[in-house]
């Protein structure tokens, strides 16, 4: 059964520090999100992707954040400048329509900022 | 504002019994809700939807427009249903966002 793939599963970064993760949707999906997750917190929407570019973003998505998918399989969420609080569970998630449709995640990247 | 609201954090019960996740949400316009679990060590996915108001693993949701409800129910749990469940509501636009509650811990005791 095809699954969203996420890499690394856990990375530790210094603050300060440019990171990307990464997630390779389902191949035949065309919506594509990423998701956070703090510790002891709910799931948040960060930002959700169709036809080469974003197609809503949360609050939480500011101008460190950038997505891309750079060639056709690989979508990527970059952070330019981690600060301590971005330390969080990032999940992607692909769907093969839009609203109403299954999501599918990934297992999530752990993403620890020290 | 849109808003899905899980009071309970852990529910705790043993095996046989009736289960009932709670799962209340504040939108403006028609909304799309989903539950969604995780059990241990592995993904999110999908649970059961309302849109096709289908039985999964012996739960059931139904929608509550007057209560603003999504409450999750099973009559028999089962300890292989312990996990964490998310309620979750597609918001607006065609996007597919969803906005999770805070996740209720399903506890089954033998």
């Known amino acids: 059964e095809p699954e969203v793939t996420q890499t690394p599963s856990h990375q530790v970064t210094q603050m300060g520090q440019e990171v990307i993760l990464r997630c390779v949707p389902i191949s035949n999906h065309l919506y594509f999100y990423w998701y956070r997750q703090i510790l002891g917190q709910k799931v948040e929407f960060l930002v959700s992707f169709y036809n080469n570019e974003i197609s809503e973003k949360s609050e939480i998505f500011d101008d460190q954040f950038s997505v891309e998918r750079p060639d056709g399989s690989n979508f990527t969420l970059k952070i330019r400048s981690t600060k301590l609080e971005d330390s969080a569970m990032y999940f992607c998630a692909s769907s093969a329509g839009g609203a109403n449709t299954e999501a599918f995640f990934g297992q999530g990247t752990r993403l620890t900022v020290v | 504002a849109q808003r899905v609201t899980q009071p309970e954090k852990l529910l705790s019960v043993f095996k046989g019994a009736p289960v009932e996740l709670k799962c209340n949400y504040s939108?403006?316009?028609?909304?799309?809700l989903f539950w969604y679990v995780q059990y241990s060590r592995q993904r999110l996915q999908l649970l059961l939807r309302h849109i096709s108001r289908e039985s999964i693993k012996g739960f059931t949701a139904d929608l509550n427009k007057g209560e603003t409800s999504f409450h999750l129910k099973k009559p028999f749990a089962q300890e292989e249903d312990s996990a964490m469940y998310y309620c979750a509501l597609s918001g607006s636009g065609n996007t597919g966002k969803l906005i999770f509650g805070q996740g209720t811990t399903l506890q089954v005791k033998p």
């Open positions: 939108y403006s316009g028609s909304p799309e």
